[in-house]
């Protein structure tokens, strides 16, 4: 979706090492959401952000929504092999349709 | 595990026939959402149920069709498939619409048109 940019779009980082994937969008977000997809496989629900400002954790995992709305971000502490797999951001736009947009997600890689 | 189940897992058509495809809500969800995935992309919405009624369509030909059931389970239908048609499908089901609800996503049906 180009409503939607996702960056990097691919990610290799040794384990233990922290990283941040980003998604920023031109337009107001009214509902971030956060998921996470093995190859061929559904999207696992992380984390849903609504809030300027607002910050979520999950285990080692910690999402961001800026005060604008329009930017957010998802930072891994010291990542596992477990952690491998497709990141993707979804948003609500309030375009009527009732439905999410997609970033074309970022893949990432961990190297024990 | 979400609670949203899928079928077929997999499925192998030939271009022009007619698709099926099917899903189950999590329990206590109202809504159902297909989208369609492409291999590398993020998923495309293609429309939304909300206690049987479509609530949402996006940028999807009318050959695309879908119904959702008294227990909120709920049908895909694809007509006249193309080769483009290839794809992931995914269902999603929340209570309620996105953007307040949290979506939930079942394993998805992989396609493949020949």
């Given at each position: 979706?180009?409503?939607?940019?996702?960056?990097?779009?691919?990610?290799?980082?040794?384990?233990?090492?922290?990283?941040?994937?980003?998604?920023?969008?031109?337009?107001?977000?009214?509902?971030?959401?956060?998921y996470?997809?093995?190859?061929?496989?559904?999207?696992?629900?992380?984390?849903?952000?609504?809030?300027?400002?607002?910050?979520?954790?999950?285990?080692?995992?910690?999402?961001?929504l800026?005060?604008?709305?329009?930017?957010?971000?998802?930072?891994?502490?010291?990542?596992?092999?477990?952690?491998?797999g497709?990141?993707?951001?979804?948003?609500?736009?309030?375009?009527?349709?009732?439905?999410?947009?997609?970033?074309?997600?970022?893949?990432?890689?961990?190297?024990? | 595990?979400?609670?949203?189940?899928?079928?077929?897992?997999?499925?192998?058509k030939?271009?022009?026939?007619?698709?099926t495809?099917?899903?189950?809500?999590?329990?206590?969800?109202?809504?159902?959402?297909?989208?369609?995935?492409?291999?590398?992309?993020?998923?495309?919405?293609?429309?939304?149920?909300?206690?049987?009624?479509?609530n949402?369509?996006?940028?999807?030909?009318?050959?695309?069709?879908?119904?959702?059931?008294?227990?909120?389970?709920?049908?895909?239908?694809?007509?006249?498939?193309?080769?483009?048609?290839?794809?992931?499908?995914?269902?999603?089901?929340?209570?309620?619409?996105?953007?307040?609800?949290?979506?939930?996503?079942?394993?998805?049906?992989?396609?493949?048109?020949?």
């Amino acid at each position: 979706s180009q409503e939607l940019e996702q960056s990097p779009q691919s990610l290799i980082v040794q384990e233990g090492k922290n990283l941040t994937i980003n998604c920023t969008s031109s337009k107001t977000l009214y509902g971030l959401y956060w998921y996470k997809q093995k190859y061929g496989e559904g999207l696992i629900f992380l984390m849903m952000l609504q809030k300027g400002g607002e910050e979520k954790s999950h285990e080692k995992i910690t999402a961001k929504l800026d005060e604008k709305k329009q930017q957010s971000s998802l930072h891994i502490t010291a990542s596992q092999p477990s952690h491998a797999g497709i990141y993707l951001c979804g948003a609500d736009m309030k375009t009527g349709a009732n439905n999410l947009f997609f970033g074309t997600g970022t893949r990432l890689t961990v190297i024990p | 595990e979400t609670g949203v189940t899928q079928s077929p897992t997999h499925l192998i058509k030939t271009r022009g026939q007619q698709v099926t495809l099917r899903c189950s809500s999590q329990s206590g969800h109202n809504t159902v959402s297909w989208y369609q995935q492409a291999l590398g992309q993020g998923p495309q919405f293609i429309f939304q149920y909300y206690r049987e009624e479509e609530n949402g369509r996006g940028n999807f030909p009318p050959r695309f069709s879908g119904l959702q059931f008294p227990n909120y389970s709920s049908e895909l239908n694809v007509n006249a498939l193309e080769l483009d048609d290839s794809a992931l499908y995914l269902c999603a089901s929340s209570l309620k619409w996105s953007g307040q609800y949290e979506q939930y996503f079942g394993p998805g049906t992989r396609l493949t048109v020949t």
